[in-house]
Each structure stands twice: as structure tokens, then as C-alpha cells.
């Protein structure tokens, strides 16, 4: 890697770790200000989405278009004209007309993607190692190989690298309760389902529970009705000791820690669940449950960083920093807003990267934890233990069917 200083001194050089969502706003956000920027992503091939749909907000489109995306190209998705929450025996218990557009993971990445340059990005580049000395840092990845910087961006999710050089005490903890998740061909479920559930964000809600779907692009992106899917989040409450271990020791008798691989999954688990499904989902969701091949379990997370400026000449964003519970739906919004607030910060301050990285901390740290705080307080009553007065008050307000569907996957109620 070449880093002849004159050419460093004339334009100042990021490197960007993780190549997803965080890293591509970032990256082609500061080429915008007059950065040389090279993303170095872990994973070897061009990625794909894992199917779960990305709902989408205002602020997500302001970034877009900052970033040099046509927003027009980026809206296409999936409409939903609203919310309905279906009762135990299938009936319409409440709806509400909420349009929003669910746009596909992997068609955005690849919006952001081809806006990038290939040759500065490398792929099969996984972070080891960091170093800060004077006016650089140095990046060293797995295959031996280094790169050099002004600015290294940590934008490597939830088990970020740079984070656990520099923050180890920074980690994920569990919330209590796991998501069950799945995604089942839309054309394979009944005529009454694909007509009272498909082009819905629906609901269906088991005492401490939450059953919720919305309909996502097909496999190859597909958008059209027929060709979609349908997308479901399972919530429900496990215990660290017995309910989560229990979940997570495979068909061999290991015990993963906070994820298992779906093929892992032990057959009586997933039969145990689907009998549950039969027994306390409207049947609508029971159905979608029962066609659905392969359903995977999601641990859910909080993540929160006291500092998103972790030395400096590093700084971390999206979910390196802050991973909400799902239920605000604002992964990508979240990542796409702390890289804009990183560029305006070093436009504003040039040539004086610590003003602009306090500048950009005292932005988004209290932005990325009232998204914590918010999307706890919407999760606390799916908790296997409610822990303190302030849960259970919190359990009781974000319970009632009007509440959910009013609350979840809106950027109201997020008070910095
Ligand atoms: C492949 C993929 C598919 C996804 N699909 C969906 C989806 O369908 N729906 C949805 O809602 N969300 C999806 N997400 C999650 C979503 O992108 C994020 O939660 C959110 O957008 C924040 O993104 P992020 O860039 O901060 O973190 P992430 O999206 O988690 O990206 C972190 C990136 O850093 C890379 N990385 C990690 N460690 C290292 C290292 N040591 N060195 C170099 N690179 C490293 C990872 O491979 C990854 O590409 C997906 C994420 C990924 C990585």
C-alpha cells in the first residue's frame, strides 16, 4: 500500500473497517468532502442480505442523496399501507394506516456498492491488529497486509474489532428474550393468509410476546405481489440460564454463546416452537410459521458505547457503537445518519481531526443512546425477568395493541 506523504498532506486518507451499510455511507460521504477513502471488508465476496427487510425513514433518504444515491431508485420496495394486530382466532383486533416502504438489504447495498470504487475496495480483509503513532494509523489484517491512514472508521458491527482493541469493556449484552425469524415464499401460503397478512406490517400478541411480519422482496429481489415474501420476528422470552442455553446447544451438544447457525438448531427445538406457534398465534401466523423451511433464532442485543472517539485517529459508528433492539427499526438509518455527522464534522473542522471527532461524538452518542433507551423501553415487556420499577412501568406502556403498532419501526419517541 502506497502512502506517499505529500499526496497524504494535500488530501487526508481514511480507512474504512467493514464494507456493509456504516462503512459505505462513510466512505462515499467523505470522497464527497475530499477524503481518499479504502474500505477493507472481512468477508471475501460481494455481500448479500440476509432477507429481514430495511424499513425505511426520512432521514435515511436525506443521507442517500447526500451520498450521490438516487433516492428514486433507492425507495423501491415493498408498500405497506398500515398495521394490523390479528386476535388469537384470526380476527382484525385493530389496524392502522401507516404507509411505509420496505425497501431489500441487498438493494440498497447494491445502490451504495456501485457508487463505490472496486479498486478501493478490498475484500478477505479481516482487522487483527491497530496502532496509533503521531500523524498516522495503521491497520494490520489477518493475511499480513497493512494499511495506513489519517483516520481509521470502525464501522464493523455489533463484534467490532476496532471496538475490542480499544474498548474491550465495550460488549453486547442479551435483553432476555430471543427472536424467532424466517421467511417463507408468499405464493406458498393460502388464499385467506396472503389476503389478510401479506401487504400488512401485522401483529399478533401472546401474553409477553410478539409475533410481527411485513412482506419483503423475494429471493432475487422480486417486488412484485406473488413473488414476494413474507417476513416474520418472533419475540419471546428466554431466560439466560435455561431458556437461552437451552436454544443454543446444537444437535451435537455445544453451546453457542449468542448465535446459532440454523442448520444447527436442534429438531425438537424447532418442532417445540412450532407447536407453540399452533397454539398461541392468530392462525394466520401459525401458518407462516409452519411453511416456513428454515427458522433461525436471533438473540436480541443492546450495545452501547460510552465513546464513539476511541483514540485519536479512530472512531467507531453504525452498529460498532450502538445496536438498538429491532423493534425501532433504525440499523440503517442510525449508520447512514453517524456517517453524515462524521463528514459534516470534518468539513467543518479541517486539519483538526480531534475538534472533529468531539464535534461528531457529542452528536451522536446521545442520539445513539436515546435509540437504546427507546427501543429497550418498546422491548421491556418481552423480557424473561423485568428487572427494576422503571421495566415494569415500561412493560405496562408499550404493551397494548394500539401502543405496538403505533411505536414499532418509527423514528418517534427517540428523545436525544
Ligand atoms: C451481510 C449482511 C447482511 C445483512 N442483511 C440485513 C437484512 O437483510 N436486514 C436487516 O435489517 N439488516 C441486515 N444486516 C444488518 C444491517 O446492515 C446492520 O444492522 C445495520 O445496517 C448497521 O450496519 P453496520 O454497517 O454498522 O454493521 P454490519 O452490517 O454488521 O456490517 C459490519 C461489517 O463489518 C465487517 N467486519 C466485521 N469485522 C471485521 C474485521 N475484523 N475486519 C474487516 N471487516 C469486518 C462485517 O463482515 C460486515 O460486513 C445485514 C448485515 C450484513 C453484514
Excluded at 187 to 209: I, N, Q, Y
Amino acid at each position: 500500500m502506497t502512502n506517499d506523504r505529500s499526496t497524504r498532506e494535500a488530501q487526508p486518507r481514511a480507512l474504512v473497517i467493514g464494507g456493509s451499510m456504516a462503512g459505505l455511507f462513510a466512505a462515499l460521504l467523505l470522497r464527497r468532502e475530499g477524503w481518499s477513502v479504502d474500505i477493507y471488508e472481512r468477508i471475501g465476496a460481494e455481500l448479500a442480505g440476509r432477507g429481514a427487510g430495511i424499513v425505511t425513514h426520512c432521514e435515511l433518504f436525506d443521507v442517500l442523496g447526500r451520498a450521490g444515491i438516487d433516492t428514486e431508485a433507492a425507495a423501491v420496495g415493498v408498500a405497506v399501507p398500515g398495521r394490523r394486530v390479528l386476535d388469537r382466532s384470526g380476527r382484525i383486533e385493530g389496524e392502522l394506516g401507516l404507509r411505509q416502504v420496505l425497501t431489500s438489504w441487498g438493494h440498497l447495498y447494491g445502490l451504495l456498492r456501485a457508487a463505490f470504487p472496486t479498486d478501493s475496495y478490498h475484500h478477505g480483509k479481516n482487522l487483527v491488529a491497530l496502532t496509533e503513532v503521531e500523524d498516522r494509523v495503521t491497520a494490520r489484517f489477518s493475511d499480513g497486509s497493512e494499511a495506513s491512514g489519517d483516520l481509521l472508521i470502525g464501522a464493523d458491527g455489533i463484534f467490532s474489532s476496532v471496538r475490542s482493541q480499544l474498548a474491550a469493556e465495550v460488549r453486547p449484552g442479551y435483553a432476555g428474550y430471543i427472536a424467532w425469524r424466517g421467511l417463507v415464499d408468499e405464493r406458498e401460503l393460502s388464499a385467506k393468509t396472503r389476503a389478510e397478512l401479506c401487504d400488512w406490517f401485522g401483529f399478533s400478541l401472546p401474553p409477553g410476546e410478539q409475533m410481527l411480519g411485513y412482506p419483503v422482496a423475494g429471493v432475487n429481489e422480486e417486488m412484485g405481489v406473488g413473488e414476494r415474501r413474507y417476513n416474520f420476528v418472533w419475540y419471546r422470552p428466554a431466560d439466560a440460564d435455561h431458556g437461552l442455553a437451552d436454544l443454543l446447544t446444537d444437535i451435537d451438544g455445544f453451546r453457542h454463546e449468542l448465535s446459532i447457525p440454523p442448520i444447527r438448531i436442534r429438531p425438537e427445538v424447532i418442532a417445540s416452537m412450532r407447536r407453540d406457534a399452533e397454539r398461541l398465534l392468530a392462525p394466520q401466523f401459525a401458518e407462516v410459521v409452519r411453511l416456513t423451511r428454515q427458522p433461525f433464532i436471533q438473540a436480541i442485543l443492546d450495545l452501547e458505547t460510552p465513546r464513539m472517539a476511541l483514540g485519536p485517529r479512530t472512531v467507531i459508528l453504525g452498529d460498532a457503537a450502538f445496536v438498538a433492539r429491532p423493534h425501532v427499526g433504525m440499523g440503517v438509518t442510525k449508520a447512514a445518519g453517524d456517517a453524515a455527522a462524521l463528514a459534516d464534522a470534518l468539513r467543518d473542522h479541517p486539519g483538526d481531526l480531534s475538534a472533529a471527532l468531539e464535534k461528531f461524538e457529542s452528536v451522536r452518542l446521545p442520539f445513539g443512546s436515546a435509540v437504546v433507551r427507546r427501543a429497550r423501553d418498546l422491548g421491556a415487556y418481552m423480557q424473561a425477568q423485568i428487572a427494576t420499577a422503571e421495566e415494569r412501568k415500561m412493560a405496562e406502556r408499550h404493551r397494548s395493541p394500539e401502543a405496538v403498532m403505533a411505536e414499532t419501526a418509527v423514528t418517534t419517541g427517540i428523545a436525544a
